[in-house]
C-alpha cells in the first residue's frame, strides 16, 4: 500500500508530493535454527519519498515536467538472529537514493493520449553490514551500496466514454502500459569470515506489461484498477502477476 499526497503551488506549476507506503506481510527478522531460516510477517512502514516537481512546457498537445524525488530510510533495518537469540547479521536501512526524472504527455486529440517516463535511481551511500563473524557479538564488516536503475515507462490510453454533465460516472479511460527496470550495475557484496552477505545476481532486467483502465466520477476523482505480469525476463522475474489498485482524490477545489 502506497497512501500519499500531493500539493500545487505558483497556479499548479510546481507541485510537492509525499509517498508513505506500508506492507501487511513482510518480513525483517528472522532466526537461523540449525540450516534453515523461520521468519514471520509483519505490518511495516517503508522508505518514505518526497518529490519535487514541476511543468517544464505546456502546449496545447504536449506537456512536460520534470523533478527530483528523494528517497529516505524510514524503513526497518534487516536482522538475523540464532536461536538463542544472538544476533548474527544486521543490515542498517541508512541509504538515501536520489531519483531525477522526466516525465512527457501527448495529447495528438480529445479521446487518444499517449505518456512517457524516465527516471534514475542512484543511492547516496552505502547501508552498513554488521556480522557476529566470530561468536563474540555483532562488528562493521562494511557497506552495501544498491545498484543505480533506469525506469522507462511508457503507455497510450483512449477516454472511450466522456460526459461532462453527470455527477457520477464521467470517464472510463482504457490504458496499456510497458514498464522497464534496468540495473545498471551488478550487486554489491560484503564478506567477514566464512559469511557473504549481498546480491550475487549479477545484473537485470525486467519489462512488464501493464493493462487495466480508470474511471472518472464527476469529472474529479479517479479510480484505476489494472493487471500487470512480467515480459520475459527468465530468472530475474519477481513475480507471475497481480493487481493495481489507485486512487486519486483531488482536494481544495
Known sequence: YTPGFEKTYFDRLVSLELRAPFATNTTTSSTLTG???????????????????????????????????????????????YANGASLLKVAN????????????????????????????IAANGNRVLINSSGTGLSNAGKLTDSSHLYID???????????????????????????????QAGDAVNAGPFQVGNFGGTSSLTNMVVGST?????????????TTPIGGGSDRQYNGGLQFFYNQPLGR
Request: glycine share 12%; proline share 3%.
Open 215 to 227: 474511471f472518472e466520477f464527476a469529472q474529479r476523482s479517479q479510480l484505476t484498477v489494472a493487471y
Open 94 to 121: 541508512d541509504s538515501v537514493h536520489l531519483q531525477p526524472f522526466l516525465g512527457g504527455l501527448y495529447t495528438p486529440s480529445e479521446r487518444w493520449y499517449a505518456q512517457g517516463f524516465v527516471q534514475y535511481d
Open 154 to 184: 511508457g503507455g497510450i490510453g483512449y477516454w472511450a466514454y466522456r460526459n461532462h454533465a453527470t455527477r457520477g460516472l464521467s470517464g472510463v479511460i482504457p490504458t496499456v502500459e510497458i514498464h522497464q527496470n534496468i540495473a545498471l
Open 35 to 81: 540450516d534453515s531460516f523461520g521468519s514471520g510477517s509483519d505490518t511495516r512502514f517503508g522508505n518514505l519519498t518526497l518529490y519535487a516537481k514541476a511543468l517544464l512546457i505546456e502546449r496545447e498537445q504536449l506537456a512536460m515536467s520534470g523533478g527530483l524525488g528523494i528517497l529516505l530510510p524510514t524503513a526497518s533495518d534487516i536482522n538475523v538472529a
